[in-house]
């Protein structure tokens, strides 16, 4: 399906005047209105090959219609979405689920849609068929050289598949830990996992970063190998200056302080990239920004204040992903809203006067410490986040016009009721 620019406008034509009304408002509240909208226009968040299809719980699958059938399929859709939002133009791909046949051709339609590739996802917490060695105790931890050495193999293929898509970097999440006392020694499995990482590492090119990804529980319930924020940058600090650790919001213990976190990485040069989702209780992988959105307001107040002590650019210096999966929402409509989601949160944090919140700090204010943050917290710029779609040429409304425009009736017409996307 592809949805045409004339259309795109005639549905802005329709509700232009009260978004200006609602613009002109809000402009009395933004200093330098030009550098934010700048900010947010480059601003661009990954999509995840695998947030295309309805996911599942461990009890079932609740599939929807219309869901992408190939890779193909996959980009197109992801094609739609910045099309409309203008913010979503780049892949994140999970290697097997979505191995390139022919990487140019793969390379020219994502071309075509205004997708670059983000960061290669690796699998070693499922065994593929035919597979020699199976993962069940572990992959780059394991015991055996054998099963480490096929977990690497597969992680130099991942690098490979990117390299011929113009990725630059690899996410490494290991499932890899235990369910019981006495399962493993603890430090042996650090050190197999660091020895496998090295080897993976040693084929990263070189202007290509690792991202090492953390989880603090799931599947293995008693320890995980890479399970906190300090077990990764131990990894990451050991294996050399290409190599970051990754933070998933859900990847957390309740309550887990992850703005501080953040912080602490970013001023360490070590923070790399980003996985987007909210959750209640664990690693719920909800629509961003659905239950907790003053903490996403808050992680990225820090984003903001660390990147720019650093000089880097917001854009481009860390990799922006979302990873986020369910079963009751058209995935589509879901990704709408966590963009959506995490550009309100953005432009929020980009709102907040940092000069102000220095001096109210420096004289123990706390009080006015949280005025500055809520004051920026509390201004509803979503118009704000609309201008910058309509001026790169994407839709006021997203999810409205994802339904207008009937998009999934559409999809499902094309491709039918009963697909089943690859992944989870
Ligand atoms: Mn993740």
């Known amino acids: ?42 601003f661009n968040i990954a999509i995840p090959s695998w947030a295309l299809g309805t996911g599942r719980t461990r009890f079932a699958r609740f599939a929807g219609g219309g869901e ?8 197109e859709d992801i094609g739609l979405l910045h099309k409309l939002n203008q913010s979503s133009g780049a892949i994140s791909l999970h290697i097997p689920w979505d191995i390139p046949k022919s990487p140019n051709d793969i390379r020219s339609l994502a071309a075509m849609h205004g997708i670059r590739f983000d960061a290669m ?12 060695h199976s993962y069940k105790f572990g992959s780059m931890q394991h015991v055996q050289s054998e ?3 096929q977990a690497v193999d597969h992680n130099i293929d991942v690098i490979n598949y990117g390299i011929e898509l113009g990725s630059k970097s690899i996410t490494v999440w290991l499932s890899d830990g235990s369910c019981f006392p006495g399962q493993l020694n603890f430090r042996r499995a650090f050190e197999n996992t660091l020895e496998s990482l090295s080897e993976v590492y040693k084929h990263l090119p070189s202007d290509w970063k690792m991202f090492v990804e ?3 529980f799931e599947p293995n319930f008693y320890s995980t190998t890479v399970g906190d924020w300090g077990q990764s940058l131990l ?7 290409k190599a970051y650790t990754l933070v998933d919001l859900g990847h957390h213990l309740p309550n887990a302080n992850i703005e501080q976190i953040v912080a602490l990485l970013l001023m360490e040069g070590k923070l790399g990239g980003f996985h987007f989702n909210d959750s209640k209780y664990g690693d719920d992988d909800l629509t961003v920004g659905s239950v907790k959105p003053y903490q996403l307001f808050l992680i990225f107040n820090e984003l903001i204040d660390g ?8 854009s481009t210096d860390l990799g922006w992903m979302i990873d986020a999966s369910h079963n009751v929402k058209d995935p589509l409509e879901d990704l709408i809203q966590s963009v959506e989601a995490i550009m309100i949160a953005y432009a929020q944090a980009l709102l907040v006067d940092r000069e102000q919140l220095r001096k109210a700090q420096e004289q123990n204010d706390t009080v006015m410490g949280q005025e500055i943050l809520q004051k920026a917290f509390r201004t509803d710029v979503r118009p704000l986040v609309a201008e910058a779609r309509l001026l790169s040429g994407g839709t006021l409304n997203p999810l409205q016009a994802f339904r207008t425009l009937k998009i999934r009736e559409n999809l499902i017409k094309e491709r039918g009721l009963k697909t089943i996307s690859t992944g989870l």
């Open 1 to 42: 399906m592809n949805v045409e620019k004339y259309k795109i406008e005639e549905l802005n034509e329709v509700t232009i005047k009260v978004h200006q009304r609602k613009f002109t408002a809000l402009l009395d509240e933004i200093r330098d209105v030009d550098s934010v909208l700048k900010k947010l226009l480059d």
């Open 68 to 75: 992408p059938r190939s890779l193909e399929e996959k980009i």
């Open 121 to 132: 996802n690796s699998n070693t917490f499922q065994d593929q068929p035919g597979q020699k």
């Open 147 to 149: 099963v480490r050495k």
């Open 214 to 216: 953390y989880k603090a």
């Open 235 to 241: 990894y990451a600090s050991k294996l050399g200056e």
């Open 307 to 314: 990147m720019d002590a650093r000089g880097m650019s917001h």
